[in-house]
């Protein structure tokens, strides 16, 4: 299955700092979806966005649906230690029957 | 409450045995569900996409005689790990797609095989 560019592959960050990462397609998307993992278990779902310019917040996070429906973006403001964990985009382009995933950011926070 | 359930959690096996993992779609109907596999600290790789009442279409690499996927039922997949050896030891993950009104897909809690 394609994969999503996803930037940056890791960061490490001082507690209290703030966190952008970003995901982009060839295609146009419909949908687009962060989760995140933390190690051993599965990913969860941490934001849904369905429409161009969509701006969600959850708790600290806070995700884009881009202008161009070819890009998202994922924010955490005020980093804690419990943020580590692999975050990933997700989402259907418009035409086909695939769902397409980004290739993650490995957040490290440094207490 | 999870809305994908995936069984079991942590397996055991002896080389040359078969390991059955199952997922389960539990609010919703899905047609469509995927396999992913999982090293250590890498990201997920997707291993197939399972179609309910056809057959699973494995990404390049994936063994499908190995891997059998079967999707029989509107909520359950289920992988098959055939033969397996040491190597096949990993974290298998599924995940379902709901194409509701929230067209999303939702991930299961993941199984550890250990082939010993």
């Known amino acids: 299955g394609q994969q999503l560019n996803q930037s940056p592959q890791s960061m490490f960050i001082q507690e209290g700092e703030d966190v952008s990462m970003n995901c982009t397609s060839s295609?146009?998307?419909?949908?687009w979806l962060w989760y995140k993992q933390d190690p051993g278990e599965g990913p969860v779902l941490l934001i849904a966005?369905?429409?161009?310019?969509e701006l969600t917040s959850n708790g600290r996070l806070t995700a884009q649906f881009g202008i161009t429906r070819k890009d998202s973006f994922l924010n955490i403001s005020a980093s804690i230690p419990s943020d580590v964990g692999i975050y990933f985009c997700?989402?259907?382009?418009?035409?086909?029957?695939?769902?397409?995933f980004g290739t993650g950011t490995s957040l490290t926070v440094i207490p | 409450g999870a809305v994908v359930s995936q069984h079991p959690s942590r397996v055991i096996c002896k080389s040359g045995t078969s390991v059955k993992i199952e997922c389960r779609s539990l609010?919703?109907?899905?047609?469509?569900m995927f396999w992913y596999r999982q090293f250590p600290k890498q990201s997920l790789m997707l291993m197939a996409t399972?179609?309910?009442?056809?057959?699973?279409?494995?990404e390049q690499g994936v063994e499908k005689d190995k891997f059998l996927i079967n999707h029989a039922s509107l909520t359950l997949s289920t992988l098959t790990v055939t033969s397996a050896h040491p190597e096949d030891s990993s974290f298998y993950i599924c995940?379902?797609?709901?194409?509701?009104?929230?067209?999303?897909?939702?991930f299961g809690e993941g199984s550890w095989l250990t082939v010993v």
């Open positions: 995940s379902a797609w709901d194409r509701g009104a929230g067209n999303t897909i939702y």
């Open positions: 295609s146009i998307f419909n949908t």
């Open positions: 966005l369905y429409k161009a310019g």
């Open positions: 997700a989402g259907p382009p418009n035409t086909g029957n695939q769902f397409y």
């Open positions: 609010d919703f109907q899905a047609t469509t």
């Open positions: 399972s179609n309910e009442g056809s057959k699973a279409t494995y």
